[in-house]
């Protein structure tokens, strides 16, 4: 296609998608995220991209989200999903972040110079998935997205309302057959089959109770769990609240980021002592649970590092039953993770486990250095992934094993088609977090009980600019700005297991700051503390630190 056919990418942004503000975007942790009402022109120069980055993968499918996951309904966003269903490459970032701010005028020109930088062939075809989450501005801006795959003659197709998990599922089928059927109906015949198959092999048994409480958190995930609901006959008793009626606001006092970081229940579920409860965020890629205790007084969370260690001691237990012992399992966690999770991984698992930046592709990547790899962020975003040797020799030994060793190998083929391989999915995880109760016939006291949480708290300081927090290790250090990391280290050796670090955000303009310590009590001290240094070595902004 020559260069001079482009103008239509120029006439599609000017009369229906212009850039109307001069506030710089950028290509952050998980897209482009910020005021709905600032994000047309940007989805629609990712309707663009998406078409070049298809044309750059020989044409395989590329996908397109509009969510803003957790946060409150008036932001929105949206990020590309690459052919594997994987996030997009990170060094496209850079390329999506200026065809983002070029001006309406320079839209054409810079469409031209990154279809030359990338070396797309333009003359191939190219598939674009493109789906959205609940929010009231989504279908707008999906719109947005459609005309700029139609700018570059690219084929999009529209998912309507699915979760950020399905849809990367979906992009991975397109791709790779083998993995299942693109469609929604074709994710919930592989996830929901897979656990009534296993249900059908594990009878309830012990503490283990089949009624699950799902707070849904006024989005996208609770209502696929309601359509899920109705085909389970009885396997597990869905009871779901905060579903997107009566004037329930999306994330707004509920969902797993409200629960995991203000460390309350949340609004809109009715409690009664030990329920299980399970949390998911608002585009349903994360799932944390809870329960009260026989006051309803206290909450008791089980976040991403409790899911992580009952998959991952659950998938090691299987293994050793069908003696795959040449399959290397491995866990990933970030600094987020709690101090206890580590120790209990490390010590009594004895599993390997590394620790990488925040943000999901990061975690992914390192989990794909494992035979089987388990990640999840502290938040609850996390998954299992199987590399191609352990999945052929279990389906080997699921065939010609001894007969005990057959039986734990095709368990594990159920548990390997319920995992939602391409990203943390809240459902796909919580159909797996309740295989293992019901395997183990554990109630969630039990679950809780493998280790105790060290006390921990989040803050957040404003400050003048917050790129100033540079890490290291991890984000386990702050080597900027000067002084900051020893103040530190100062206010840690004061408490007993005492941990901090601080980070600049990705998603928000503040420095987040996180404690853990021996009573939450000491959490609570070492974080203001903490927080107070970022403040004053780190240009804090306005009064004090928030509490
Ligand atoms: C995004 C990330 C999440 C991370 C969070 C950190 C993805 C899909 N999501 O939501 O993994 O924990 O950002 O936010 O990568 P923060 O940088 O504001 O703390
Ligand atoms: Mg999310």
Not at 195 to 209: C, D, T
Not at 231 to 238: A, N, P, R, T
Not at 510 to 537: G, H, I, M, P, W
Request: aromatic content about 6%; hydrophobic content about 40%.
């Amino acid at each position: 296609m020559p260069p001079s056919s482009l103008r239509v990418v120029y006439a599609f942004a000017r009369e229906m998608h212009p850039k109307t503000t001069d506030v710089f975007i950028e290509y952050g942790t998980a897209g482009f995220r910020t005021k709905a009402s600032l994000l047309e022109h940007v989805v629609y120069r990712m309707g663009l991209l998406a078409v070049i980055r298809s044309r750059v993968k020989n044409g395989r499918t590329i996908g397109i989200m509009i969510t803003a996951s957790h946060n409150l309904e008036p932001d929105n966003g949206v990020k590309l999903i690459d052919p594997e269903g994987e996030m997009l490459e990170q060094s496209w970032e850079e390329i999506a972040t200026r065809l983002a701010n070029v001006s309406d005028n320079d839209l054409e020109a810079t469409t031209v110079e990154v279809i030359k930088q990338v070396n797309a062939d333009m003359g191939l075809k190219a598939s674009v998935f493109i789906g959205m989450d609940t929010r009231y501005t989504s279908p707008r801006l999906a719109a947005a997205a459609v005309h700029g795959v139609m700018a570059l003659k690219g084929t999009a197709k529209e998912f309507g309302i699915v979760t950020t998990p399905i849809l990367h599922y979906c992009v991975r089928c397109r791709n790779d057959n083998t993995y299942g059927t693109p469609t929604e109906e074709g994710y919930y015949e592989k996830i929901v089959g897979a656990f009534k198959n296993i249900r059908a092999k594990l009878p309830v048994h012990g503490s283990y109770n089949t009624t699950l409480y799902v707070d849904g958190a006024n989005g996208v995930g609770g209502k696929k769990l309601n359509i899920i609901r109705k085909s389970l006959d009885g396997e597990l008793d869905l009871v779901l609240y905060n579903l997107g009626g009566n004037g329930g606001k999306l994330n707004l006092n509920c969902g797993a980021d409200f629960v995991k970081v203000s460390q309350t229940p949340p609004v809109g579920v009715e409690h009664a002592p030990f329920q299980r409860v399970a949390s998911l965020d608002g585009d349903g890629d994360r799932l944390v649970y809870y329960y009260l205790d026989d006051k309803c007084n206290k909450m008791h969370l089980l976040d991403g590092d409790k899911i992580a260690t009952l998959l991952a001691s659950y998938v090691t237990e299987l293994l050793k039953a069908c003696e795959a012992t040449d399959l290397k399992l491995g866990l990933v966690q970030t600094a987020y993770a709690n101090g206890a999770s580590t120790k209990y991984i490390t010590e009594d698992l004895k599993v390997p486990v590394s620790c990488v930046k925040t943000g999901v592709k990061h975690l992914h990547h390192a989990a794909q250095s494992y035979d089987i790899g388990v990640y999840f962020e502290a938040n609850g975003h996390g998954t299992v992934l199987y590399s191609d040797k352990a999945k052929t020799t279990i389906r080997r030994i699921a065939q010609e094993g001894e007969p005990e060793q057959r039986k734990a190998a095709q368990l594990l083929l159920n548990f390997i088609d319920m995992t939602n391989e391409t990203v943390g999915d809240a459902i796909s995880d919580l159909f797996l977090v309740e295989t293992v109760l019901c395997a183990r016939g554990q109630n969630v006291k039990e679950w809780m009980e493998a280790y105790t949480d060290l006390p921990c708290r989040q803050l957040k300081v404003t400050v003048q600019d917050r790129n100033a927090i540079s890490t290291a290790d991890a984000e386990r250090r702050c080597t900027a700005p000067e002084g900051l990391q020893s103040r530190i280290d100062e206010l840690v050796a004061a408490y007993k297991s005492g941990r901090s670090f601080v980070r600049p955000s990705g998603t928000e303009d503040v420095v987040r700051v996180y404690a853990e310590a021996d009573t939450q009590e000491n959490a609570d001290k070492l974080a203001a503390q903490v927080s107070q240094a970022v403040f004053d070595l780190a240009g804090g902004v306005g009064d004090r630190p928030l509490a």
